[in-house]
């Protein structure tokens, strides 16, 4: 194989290596496209090194050589892999034999990390460094990191101006030769295994969470006022947002506590527990609220309780912010944590939670009737009297339901106004609700709704579902009604009233009213089936509630 | 084919069973069933290898142990073992051990009869190797004179250093201006200074023994930034949590450039209202580091150390604590570095360093107080009893300078002589205390210390 053929094959490979760097940005770790990219990009280079022997790269600004040869070349300065190594001081770039699959996908991932995005604070060569490889060298230009070229010379020069003079030395001789002048040598304890042990315990200890200890620090520079208070909270709300978006709750909550300690402390001043404020209305902001957000829907991993304590040291301001961001949710999961989380806070603030209301996304206008549902009170019914009449069905329908399971004043009114609405799933939810409510004049309103002239001609399904409703009375209006229903008999339309009788046959079996069962086991022959089949099922209940 | 862990483990756990059988052997005789066991377990390893990866050389050069080329990393682990098999194979002048395929049980137990018999001959490494001439499957080396470009060492080793310092001048002036930090530099500084570390530990512990009064704080900063980073080394750390501890240590001291020059720079003892000035620069190094850098897991630490590094092992020290909580592990390693650089460097505040062994011993009085104890002891032992910096007399009469520390004999450091046994200046030279002559005995010793602070001796003409 020539020289040529290596060259031809270097520069396959380089093409190879900033296609992978360009698949690893793009795909995420679970994407098969990007775990083939690595067995392929690996595939390519043993090949080489099978081949051909150890791959040194030369990287120039703009172009990569081998063995003098380019491989590479590009002006641009956007896209420019040998500019990529070069502006950070790579000059050699050299895979051995013996490349490891793992050593290149720690290579890929290293170079194609987000500089921009995941942290400026690094370059490639640190990635390297870190990465510590095998079969992956390189050599650094030492000059990038100087910082003033003539820094060393000029030291030097400064620390030999006075040079060791032959009297000096003569003098420390002659004093070394009286034995008065001798320092006595130190002891040294040789390392015991007991010294050992320790050691590896520090070690293991060392690895835990540096955060609470930072925030003890934070705590005491703002009680001391050693640095502004100001600076002082400024830098608390950083932590706070480091340990949030690190997935460590448990380390915000001990945040929050600590600053509610303080905030509670009077032998605090009044200025610096009132500032304190602030720490609590940043970890309610919107941007805090949105990382945890994204946190839930990357799947991150965040324990329950600590969320729920985490939420509990919340203000009452973060309903607006949780608000926010649960219409941005992505996952059903990380949904419902943010409902469970407004279902607390909303009980601090139910105005503030019905502010929700009035947001434009018809689902969180959904979701926040849930959440009043949820917390259950009746300060609530007049922000969901108005919602009951939202253009939505779906808001209309979790708003009736959340009415009847809350009742109250007004209540009877909305449900009745829903009782005439276009849709029939509204209808039957302000029946439910009404059934709900079990109140007098709630039934008054059924018993009604059923006598009318129309009903009749609904569909049976919506009609067994007032029936069903009714089956919340057991009085004797009640059960005399849906005798009479039972009993009713009619020459015309006689199929609708067939229909009625099953309903009522389907109520009275939900009542489990015995006096009904002659009547029912009658019916049971019934050439109408469906008249039939509900006498059966009525009966059927009513023998086994007895 | 093994990888890169396995074949590591492999070296160490070679070594470390080679120290086994060669202590137990100093306890008991060769043929006790406790050595004869350890040999069979050795000989089988030895085999195995030898099968594997064809003939094996164990190589001892400066202070670390190679197999076949290949550096064996610092394990916490075998520490003891390695530093006992060290000093062990120096006493002996035994560089290098070459396995062959074949070794027998009979072979090992030749070597290790010959090995503790040895060193009491006149010239044990020839004795050593005559009683191994008839086993093939053994071939001893002597311990090699590390002949290397030491100038072109020291030439790199200086220009690391000078580059940290020059940096970190570079980040207080820009902390006074309120120019923005490049923390990638601030990485790769410290990257390089590890590296130099791992390979030429003695060189760049002899730069910070190069004490400059004029730009103390920058040459301070990396002084305790490369003490700290070698405690480290010795503790284990690996390398990624040494940059980590490297930066940290560098930027301990980032508050002081909040300190008025005027109090700073003050040549005469500070006032209480001074002190309480400088007693503050801890916290203001927290509020630097937050300025100037990203809220990540190494600005937690970094503004830890900063707070920390002043406040004593008992609790004392400032800033005043409320809570008793423990001390961070790297606040007490760059406290340690701190103190001894501090103490031994001349500064404004304080014009009378004390010299390296004094310094180690008045930390010493104040282990368990001030310094955490057992940290401290691991301190002493890489610095040793004449830590870099230290003027000697040598038992030829001849004054030097300590350049290195001799892990295996903490007596018998690196040394560079200055003058002949008369005090007549000569033109430096390095000398090995681990030397010996043809008649066994050590060509040098120490014979006592000076002050090097009484006498106007640069170090810079001999360690630069």
């Known amino acids: 194989m020539s020289l040529a053929d290596e ?65 590479y070349q590009s002006a641009d300065k956007e896209d420019n892999f040998a500019f990529f190594f070069f502006k950070d001081g790579l000059r050699e770039l050299l895979f051995a034999r013996g490349l490891q699959q793992d050593e290149m996908r720690e290579f890929l991932q290293a170079i194609s990390y987000d500089f921009e995005r995941q942290g400026e604070d690094e370059d490639v060569v640190t990635l390297l460094w870190q990465r510590d490889f095998e079969h992956i060298k390189y050599i650094i230009d030492e000059n990038f990191l100087l910082e003033d070229d003539a820094y060393e010379e000029e030291a030097t020069a400064r620390l030999k101006e006075e040079r060791t003079e032959e009297s000096d030395l003569r003098l420390a001789h002659e004093d070394a030769m009286k034995e008065e002048s001798a320092q006595k040598g130190l002891e040294i304890a040789p390392l015991s295994q007991n010294d050992l042990a320790w050691l590896v315990k520090e070690i293991e200890k060392d690895s835990g969470d540096k955060v609470p200890r930072l925030v003890e620090i934070l705590f005491d520079l703002y009680t001391e006022q050693g640095i502004p208070g100001g600076d002082a909270i400024k830098i608390i709300n950083e932590a706070l947002r480091y340990t949030v978006e690190n997935e460590n709750l448990a380390s ?196 009604a709704r059923i006598s009318d002239k129309e009903f009749p ?56 009213h015995k006096e009904a069962l002659s009547h029912l086991h009658k019916m049971r022959d019934s050439k109408n089936k469906l008249l039939s089949e509900y006498a059966y099922t009525a009966i059927k209940r009513i023998e086994y509630a007895g | 084919m093994p990888d890169k862990q396995e074949t590591e483990r492999a070296a160490r756990d070679l070594l470390n069973q080679l120290a086994v059988i060669i202590r137990t052997a ?9 050595v004869v066991s350890s040999i069979e377990k050795f000989v089988h390893r030895v085999n195995a290898l030898l099968a594997e990866e064809g003939p094996i050389e164990l190589e001892l050069v400066g202070e670390y142990f190679y197999v076949n080329g290949d550096r064996v990393k610092f394990s916490m682990e075998y520490l003891l073992n390695f530093d006992f098999l060290q000093r062990e194979f120096r006493r002996r002048q035994l560089g290098s051990l070459k396995f062959a395929s074949g070794v027998s049980p009979e072979d090992i137990q030749k070597f290790v009869g010959a090995f503790i018999s040895c060193p009491y001959a006149p010239d044990p490494f020839e004795d050593l190797a005559g009683a191994l001439e008839t086993v093939k499957s053994l071939d001893p080396g002597k311990l090699r004179k590390i002949v290397e470009e030491a100038q072109d060492i020291r030439k790199s080793v200086k220009r690391t250093y000078y580059n940290a310092v020059s940096f970190t001048k570079g980040v207080m002036n820009k902390i006074r201006t309120g120019e923005r930090i490049s923390m990638k530099r601030a990485k790769r500084v410290v990257e390089t200074m590890v590296d130099t570390l791992l390979d030429r530990e003695e060189f760049l512990l002899g730069m910070t023994a190069i004490k400059n009064y004029d730009e103390y704080t920058f040459h301070h900063s990396v002084n305790v930034s490369i003490l700290s980073i070698a405690l480290g080394q010795r503790l284990g750390l690996t390398k990624r949590a040494l940059m980590e501890l490297g930066i940290v240590a560098l930027f301990h001291d980032l508050g002081k450039t909040e300190i008025p020059p005027e109090i700073l720079n003050k040549p005469s003892q500070f006032s209480e209202d001074e002190w309480a000035v400088i007693k503050k ?120 300078i300590v350049s290195g520390a001799n892990p295996s004999d903490h007596m018998r450091p690196k040394v560079t002589v200055i003058t002949d046994g008369e005090g007549k200046k000569i033109e430096p030279f390095t000398a090995d205390l681990m030397e010996k002559g043809g008649d066994g005995e050590h060509l040098r010793s120490v014979a006592r210390s000076l002050d090097p602070n009484k006498y106007k001796i640069n170090f810079a003409d001999y360690l630069l």
């Open chain 2, 281 to 400: 620069h801890p916290l203001w190094g927290v509020k630097i580091i937050f300025n100037m850098k990203s809220f990540d897991a190494s600005s937690v630490r970094a503004a830890i150390v900063a707070y920390e590094h002043h406040i004593h092992h008992d609790h004392t020290g400032y800033p005043k604590v409320k809570k008793l909580s423990e001390l961070d592990l790297y606040s007490r390693i760059v406290s340690i570095a701190d103190q001894y650089d501090g103490i031994t460097s001349s500064r404004v505040y304080a014009r009378n360093p004390l010299s390296p062994d004094r310094a180690l011993a008045l930390m010493m009085k104040r282990s368990v107080t001030q310094l955490d104890p057992l940290l401290l002891k691991f301190f002493i032992n890489l610095v040793g009893i004449y830590p870099v910096g230290s003027l000697v007399m040598l038992d030829t009469k001849e004054l030097g």
């Open chain 1, 7 to 71: 060259v031809k094959f270097a520069q396959e490979l380089v093409q190879v290596f900033h296609r992978a760097r360009k698949n690893l940005r793009m795909y995420p770790v679970n994407n098969p496209i990007y775990a083939r990219t690595i067995e392929e990009t690996y595939r390519k280079a043993e090949e080489f090194l099978e081949d051909y022997g150890d791959l040194d790269f030369h990287i120039k600004q703009n172009e990569i050589l081998l063995h003098g040869k380019p491989v």
């Open chain 1, 252 to 447: 915000a909550n001990h945040i929050l506590q600590a600053a509610r300690a303080l905030a509670e402390d009077q032998g605090v001043p009044e200025n610096l527990r009132r500032e304190l404020k602030q720490v609590f209305v940043f970890a309610s902001s919107p941007e805090i609220v949105k990382i945890i957000g994204d946190l839930l829907d990357s799947g991150g991993h965040v324990q329950e309780e600590v969320f729920e304590s985490y939420v509990q040291r919340l203000e009452k301001e973060a309903i607006s912010s949780f608000i926010t961001v649960l219409g941005e949710l992505k996952t059903i999961e990380a949904r419902k944590v943010f409902i469970n989380a407004l279902a607390y806070l909303g009980g601090k603030d139910i105005n503030a939670l019905a502010r929700g209301l009035s947001d434009p996304r018809w689902y969180i206008v959904r979701n926040i009737i849930y959440i009043f549902r949820r917390i259950g009170d009746r300060r609530a019914v007049e922000f969901l009297v108005r919602a009951a009449h939202h253009g939505d069905v779906r808001v209309r329908m979790e708003a009736l339901r959340t009415l009847g399971e809350l009742g109250g004043q007004g209540v009877v009114q909305t449900l009745k106004d829903a009782l005439d609405d276009p849709e029939a799933t509204i209808r039957t939810t302000a029946a439910r609700s009404l059934g709900m409510l079990k109140s007098e004049p709630a039934k008054k309103l059924i018993l």
């Open chain 2, 26 to 34: 100093q306890i008991h005789n060769p043929t006790n069933v406790a």
């Open chain 1, 457 to 512: 001609a609904l569909e049976f399904s919506e009609k067994k579902e007032y029936f069903e409703v009714l089956a919340n009375w057991r009085d004797q209006e009640t059960i005399d009604f849906l005798m009479r229903a039972l009993k009713a008999t009619s020459f015309f339309k006689k199929s609708r009233t067939e229909e009625l009788k099953a309903c009522a046959a389907f109520s009275l079996g939900l009542l489990g």
